[in-house]
């Protein structure tokens, strides 16, 4: 700021009529000092950002500090390596970004009436939880058709997408819905539904869709690397879970999942 005051208050001297200088050499010494100060101090800067990137193009230890697409293009990365395009119909596992929770869903379902006197849904739980080898974990994506579709076969899922998400184990459909979750009055319950009801009058409750957090859209979803905001369609709010409170003994103790 000291710099940048003191060369206004010179070019503003050199103005000066007693100083003698025509308008050509005023700007001769505008641009010299444009160059001198900001140009190649500016070029000098980056080519030493060009010259680390070059140099350290393999990947280490602080990978995880850097974007998924910046890792993506380092030499020896596993996420590069181990990142697969995500087809429709995949079995896929759901981690949350923050608190590395796996969406989860199991046969229990919410009780009739919460501790603070609130009525739920009753419907199947839908949590979060660390146990990363429970197969209440497996979600199969799918397209936002009611029934299926052989020519999506082999498609691969493109953030942006609208899709739904099957709960693998008991063969339902993941919603949210105008019901209040069990922690948080003001957000939306999540839980899972019979097949029969999410192919028909429910259709339209399970349908989401893949909002990019760190990508374009239209950009494959990529398994370790996709960040993307699970959006609820017709609700227009999005999936979210915390760690602050769990759920109680009828919840099993694991994180609750809402949509606010």
Known sequence: MCVGTAVVWDLWTLLDLKKGLTIR???????????GLIVYP?????????????ILNKSGPGDS????????????SPLARDAKEVQYHD???????????????????????????RISSQGQQVTCMHDFTDTNNHWEILPPTSV???????????????????????????????VASPLYPT????????????????????????????????????????VVKVFHVPTIVTMWTHNDELLPD???NQQEVNAS
């Not at 800067?45 to 070059?54: G, M, P, R, S, V």
């Not at 199991?106 to 919460?114: C, D, F, I, N």
Request: aromatic share 16%.
């Open 250 to 252: 009828w919840g099993f």
């Open 65 to 76: 500090f850097m974007s998924a697409d910046f890792q993506e293009t380092l030499g020896d």
């Open 91 to 117: 079995i896929i596992t759901i981690k949350h970004k923050d608190t590395g929770c796996l969406l989860h869903s199991h046969p229990y379902t919410y009780p009739l009436r919460y501790d603070d006197g």
């Open 187 to 226: 957000n939306e319950e999540f839980q899972v539904i019979e097949p029969e009801a999410g192919d028909a009058a429910r259709f339209n409750d399970t349908l989401f869709r893949l909002d990019p957090f760190d990508k374009r859209k239209e950009s494959p979803l990529k398994t370790k690397a996709s």
């Open 25 to 35: 050499i005023f700007i001769k010494h505008f641009y010299a000092r444009l160059l």
């Open 148 to 178: 299926g579709d052989s020519k999506v076969l082999g498609r691969v899922v493109k953030q942006g997408d609208t899709f739904r998400l099957r709960h693998v184990n008991t063969n339902g459909y993941l919603l949210t819905h105008d």
């Open 42 to 54: 500016f070029a000098l800067y980056l080519f030493w950002f060009y010259l680390h990137f070059e």
